[in-house]
């Protein structure tokens, strides 16, 4: 979760007297679920349905340009009065490419610029609304890239790995209330941190006492020309185990810490293609020194208390990303220089990304064969193991299923979720103590997992072990105190204990008139024959 010790510029703003809303693009941004936190300071948030009845990813996980500003039009014609901060996440130039007619058809050949042309269109048809309104005149807006997409460049095919500028150099346009400084060009290197300081500068909002970033008023005044420095970073690689990254980026030079460093003159290699590093050039002994001041400034990382469902972990698989179950052992190493250089490890990412988007389209086949390759080039990848595994399970393979997640485990013993998969795959190969061991290492890695200990209860019954079966329901109810589930599973305990007037004391209150659990019923049946 975001920490409260960070305010965001909607609370800033809020402060001011601003309505506040934010319309977003993509379920990576839902605050109820992968962003708790960025909500904060907004009036109004537009999360993602929790109950999404399409399987599409349409409306489930990602969000068209045009119904995201649909959404913010309909707020802002609902909520004209006040000044307004509205951000609008325009998310539709991400893999898979599925730009909508006619993008589709004009730039059939070039997809990813087809997706770029269609939230283009939904951004004018924002500015559209906001010039019929008149709000577009005195509006201070802000458009900016997040990041760019490898589309080849040094082997990326799409981003979060490297911190080359393919992905990390992205537009910032800046539109002035009434006119000012328009079309002005600024030259000079500025950073996305910068943002956030230089709306409270305009809008004349205090400022909090410490920032990354800096006012760019002087930029627009003509005042200043000065570059300033941008810092990188990318631990995307240690979800796979690999080595993070870390970048200092002036106007003539990059430096990018990594297991094989590297130094670009990008005035002469805009390309970032060759390599100038070495230790003792003064260039990369200055950037060291200030990676080292930033490292020192900064708090140390403080241990996550979120809990991650398996349905967010399925919505962060079909937008692309690994969720943070399958981050592994390698993200507690203390040396992360001693992991694999991500440089060489880019052609398993190609193939793993094109797996997870493979199988989030049901095209299992396509996913097994890139899952193989992956394994051809790694035969100890956690990470593909763990996918084929998953694939393996949903198919009904279940024996395939266990070897490949035992072997993803050999790898990652503390993938809490790879460890419930296998508990499941050899519960169905009916190898019931080893379901309950691999259940029971799971839970002891994330404790707080409905689904394995109603399954880990499931399966003491089954060993004839009620009184651990009985423990295992009641720890469920204390995850999901209302999972009929898990009060069903006590009830079946308590019978095969032979504690019968406990279980009907479980039972009636299910079996009431709303009670349509066919299986509450045979149990009080059951319970009452029993006793007579």
Do not use: C
């Not at 307004?84 to 539709?92: E, P, T």
């Not at 770029?116 to 890239?145: E, M, N, P, Q």
């Not at 990354?212 to 570059?227: C, H, L």
């Not at 001041?293 to 919505?315: C, F, H, N, W, Y």
């Amino acid at each position: 979760p975001l920490s409260p010790s960070h305010p965001t510029l909607a609370e800033l703003l809020h402060r001011k007297a601003y309505h506040t809303a934010a319309f977003i693009g993509a379920v990576i941004l839902d605050s109820k679920t992968l962003a708790p936190g960025l909500d904060r300071g907004f009036d109004f948030y537009d999360n993602f349905s929790e109950h999404s009845s399409t399987k599409s990813r349409w409306g489930r996980v990602e969000r068209r340009g045009m119904d995201v500003v649909q959404h913010a039009e309909a707020w802002l014609t609902a909520h004209p009065s006040g000044p307004h901060f509205v951000w609008v996440h325009l998310y539709d130039p991400h893999d898979p490419y599925e730009p909508p007619a006619p993008y589709s058809r004009i730039y059939r050949d070039r997809l990813y610029d087809g997706e770029i042309a269609y939230a283009d269109s939904a951004l004018a048809s924002f500015i559209t609304y906001l010039k019929k309104h008149g709000w577009y005149a005195k509006s201070l807006i802000a458009v900016v890239g997040d990041h760019g997409e490898g589309l080849g460049q040094h082997n990326e095919a799409t981003h979060g790995i490297f911190l080359y500028d393919s992905t990390t150099h992205v537009p910032l346009i800046l539109k002035l209330p009434a006119g000012k400084a328009s079309g002005r060009v600024v030259d000079a290197q500025v950073r996305t941190t910068d943002i956030l300081p230089t709306v409270l500068d305009l809008v004349g909002a205090s400022t909090p006492q410490r920032l990354d970033g800096q006012s760019m008023k002087s930029y627009f005044e003509g005042a200043d020309i000065a570059s300033r420095i941008a810092f990188g970073e990318t631990d995307y690689p240690l979800r796979f185990g690999w080595a993070p990254l870390r970048s200092v980026r002036t106007e003539e030079f990059k430096f990018i810490e990594a297991p094989r460093p590297e130094l670009y003159d990008l005035r002469a290699d805009a390309a970032e293609s060759d390599n100038k590093y070495e230790p003792w050039n003064a260039h990369v002994q200055e950037f060291r020194g200030l990676l080292a001041e930033l490292r020192a400034k900064a708090p140390p990382p403080g241990p996550s208390t979120g809990v991650v469902g398996q349905g967010t972990i399925d919505e962060l698989k079909a937008l692309g990303y690994l969720g943070r179950a399958d981050v592994g052992s390698a993200t507690n190493t203390p040396e992360p220089s001693l992991l694999p250089d991500p440089k060489d490890k880019i052609e398993e990412q190609n193939l793993l990304h094109s797996a997870m988007i493979a199988s989030e389209d049901d095209r299992e086949a396509d996913a097994r064969e890139s899952l193989k390759k992956v394994l051809q080039l790694d035969p100890k990848s956690p990470t593909a193991l763990r996918q084929l595994g998953e694939l393996e399970l949903k198919a009904g393979d279940y024996a395939s299923a266990a070897q490949h997640l035992k072997g993803a485990l050999e790898v990652r013993p503390d993938d809490a979720t790879a460890a419930f998969y296998e508990g499941q795959a050899l519960g169905k190969t009916h190898d019931l103590p080893g379901a309950r061991d691999a259940l029971e290492a799971s839970l002891k890695l994330m404790p707080s997992q409905l689904q394995a200990r109603l399954l880990l209860g499931q399966i003491y019954l089954a060993l004839k072990n009620a009184p651990a079966a009985e423990d295992q329901f009641e720890a469920a109810l204390l995850v999901h105190a209302h999972s009929l589930e898990a009060q069903i599973g006590v009830a079946k305990a308590l019978i095969a204990e032979g504690n019968l007037k406990a279980a009907l004391q479980q039972l009636e209150p299910l079996t009431g008139a709303q009670s349509n659990s066919a299986e509450a019923f045979d149990l009080l049946a059951r319970a009452y024959t029993g006793l007579g």
